[in-house]
């Protein structure tokens, strides 16, 4: 094992991140606006490399709906995916604000526990 630091800014870390838990486990999926390469990456390129690693089929871009990507994410992660629902901008989870509050969090509690709902919301606010 390396004991060598090495040295990577907020993308760099969230972007391994990703790849690492993508690697580790075949359900991991990311979904949000362009965050396949072929888009760009997500914003200031997040996701940068992912879908040519990993597929489309595990990144997958999109249409601008914050309401739809988390509605999916939501989707997924009860049929045992692990989503990462990325919204581009923190200002626009008002948006999805019910599909977050009323259905994300409240799924295990209204079917007594039978269901989970392990999603991650990744988004970014400020400069």
């Known amino acids: 094992m390396s004991t060598e630091t090495v040295k990577m800014n ?62 999916a994410a939501i989707g997924a992660a009860m049929a045992g995916y692990k989503p990462v629902a990325e919204i581009m901008l923190m200002n626009f989870t008002t948006v999805a604000m019910d599909m977050i509050v009323n259905h994300a969090a409240k799924l295990r509690f209204m079917s007594g526990g039978q269901t989970n709902v392990p999603i991650v919301i990744r988004t970014m606010t400020g400069a």
Do not use: C, W, Y
């Not at 907020?10 to 979904?31: F, T, W, Y």
């Not at 992912?50 to 509605?71: C, H, N, W, Y």
């Open 10 to 71: 907020g993308i760099q870390a969230i972007n391994s991140a990703l790849h690492e838990a993508m690697a580790a486990d075949p359900k991991v999926i990311v979904l949000g606006e362009d965050v396949a390469d072929r888009e760009g990456g997500g914003v200031v390129g997040v996701t940068r490399g992912l879908s040519s690693k990993f597929g489309d089929m595990r990144v997958r871009s999109t249409p601008i709906s914050e309401q739809a990507i988390i509605g």
